[in-house]
DNA sequence: CCATAACCTAACGTTGACGTTAGTTTCCGA
DNA sequence: TCGGAAACTAACGTCAACGTTAGGTTATGG
């Protein structure tokens, strides 16, 4: 496919909804490897650190993660696909035990959050669309009355 | 039940997780009315006002709102709030219809908005979790050569 | 009753996550 | 090839949501 499509950064920008300053600041943060240029200087970006961007974008809007924590979780995911490559190139990475070990006490912890959320999301999501049926319910007898209102008054003009 | 106790500021800071000046900051924004004082100035907390500082932390944590939005849509319950005191108490309020409709319409968005985030997140949690297993999977693997290797030194000593 | 812990207001400070502007340089389609 | 559109860097600006400090007042347990 045009996985290798070259893309600008307006053009980034417009189809993640966000602007190229973000772009410039994620990466100036570290949270993308910095990107390839033209030999003019202008950024080139490719589908794989679109992706990244738009996991960072998922991580802090649905998830709430500050632009730090984001980063720390890239950086163990980074790790482990060094690891994964490491392996697929038939070497044996050291030190290995305590990386996935901190690998997945960092998981555990995204995937606590995640059910933390989730739950109370699910509660406040009862709670309010209760509510909302019962105004609904509320505002169709409301409508009834007022038409039966306009009605009278039609009738006595 | 002590449904009348009186909380001082450091006390309702304490139980909700924040400070003093989130709680002086949101009186201050209007999120909650002004807080009942002693004789001499001090803020005194009763259950229904630290219950409705605990539905703005939840709006704003779980939902992640903005203070405004958080106050567009108190201000939305506490009208829905007066309209049913009126009712109880026989009056027949005014303008609502719309009210009621306006209402339905805020509630419809923040319903919506949590539908939409819970499938975010449950996408997420399942990207996650699965990795994790993988991961774990890895880690025992690892763990075990580790534990070989240990006792092939023990051996050898 | 008094020490000291807790509270008050007012005001300025901070931090994260970008927005904006300026001055310059590069890209690219007619 | 060339002119306008788009990109670049650097730096300062902004805004929400509090944090912090100062200087003074009130509450309360021994």
Do not use: C, F
């Amino acid at each position: 496919m045009d996985r290798d499509k070259a893309w600008t950064v307006e053009a980034v920008a417009e189809r993640l909804g966000v602007t190229p300053r973000t772009l410039h600041y994620y990466e100036e943060k570290g949270l993308i490897p910095e990107v390839p240029r033209t030999p003019g200087g202008h950024r080139v970006y490719d589908e794989d650190t679109i992706e990244r961007i738009e996991h960072i974008l998922r991580l802090k809007e649905a998830l709430g993660y500050s632009l730090q924590e984001i980063r720390s979780i890239l950086d163990t995911e980074d790790r482990l696909k060094t690891y994964r490559t490491r392996i697929a190139e038939g070497q044996e990475p050291e030190h290995n035990v305590e990386m996935l070990a901190d690998a997945v006490r960092l998981l555990e912890n995204v995937v606590r959050h995640i059910d933390e959320k989730m739950t109370r999301l699910a509660a406040m999501r009862e709670q309010y669309s209760d509510r909302l049926a019962r105004i609904r319910a509320r505002l169709q007898r409301e409508e009834a009355a007022h038409r039966a209102v306009d009605a009278s008054n039609g009738e006595s003009e």
